[in-house]
């Protein structure tokens, strides 16, 4: 998925001309060949990534306002794309956003340069800032929005602290996922972690996972 293809319609209008995949595939590309090349990210300049590339300065600053704005796309392109909420309960919503943690998970143990990118990422100030804007904070709210409309629905407690509780759901994912890097990541864990918390979280008197309709 190109950067033209992830803009929110809340982002307005994209800068420059119209966006070329094609341009865009070959700048990241270049930029994940140098890294297999073994360039460090604080060393990849403009210059020699549009070299690389094939294509002139122009065309890479007409699609990125600079490096930390194109290697977060570099970083999302190595990473799983983000898959449509279902939309059928807030359960399901929840079991989809954790799948995605255990899948970019399974991703940066597998892919070398992801693991080695993300680490230099979070070294570097405005990576990190630029990385956590575009992505991380859009993940977090994301949660926050689901559990919204869960209580509204009535499927989660009104007395709870809904900030509090997307870092219980998101935790245990992330602990497994990024700090043990030698745990397990089962296939159903994003169930497991969701159907365990939310046992506590219903509403008195609610079904449980196990007698709730299909899909509930």
Do not use: C
């Amino acid at each position: 998925m190109s950067p033209a293809e992830r803009q929110s319609p809340h982002d307005g209008p994209a800068r420059g001309r119209p966006r070329s995949e094609a341009v865009e595939r070959a700048i990241i590309e270049g930029v994940m060949k140098l890294l297999e090349e073994g360039v460090p990210l604080a060393e990849l300049s403009i210059e020699r990534i549009a070299r690389t590339a094939g294509v002139g300065k122009a065309t890479i600053y007409r699609r990125w306002s600079g490096k930390e704005e194109l290697f977060v796309d570099v970083v999302r392109a190595a990473e799983p794309p983000d898959p449509p909420l279902p939309g059928t309960s807030m359960r399901d919503d929840l079991v989809v956003l954790l799948e995605q943690v255990r899948r970019r998970g399974l991703a940066n143990r597998s892919s070398a340069i992801l693991h080695s990118v993300q680490a230099q990422m979070k070294s570097s100030p405005k990576l990190w800032a630029a990385y956590h804007a575009t992505v991380v904070a859009p993940r977090r709210q994301l949660g926050l929005e689901i559990l919204r409309r869960g209580r509204q629905n009535g499927e989660l407690r009104t007395d709870l602290d809904l900030e509090l509780l997307n870092d219980l759901f998101v935790g245990p994912m992330l602990v497994r996922a990024v700090l043990r890097t030698d745990a397990d990541l089962p296939d159903d864990l994003a169930e497991q972690v969701v159907d365990t918390l939310l046992e506590g979280l219903r509403p008195t008197g609610s079904p449980s996972v196990s007698s709730a309709p299909q899909g509930s």
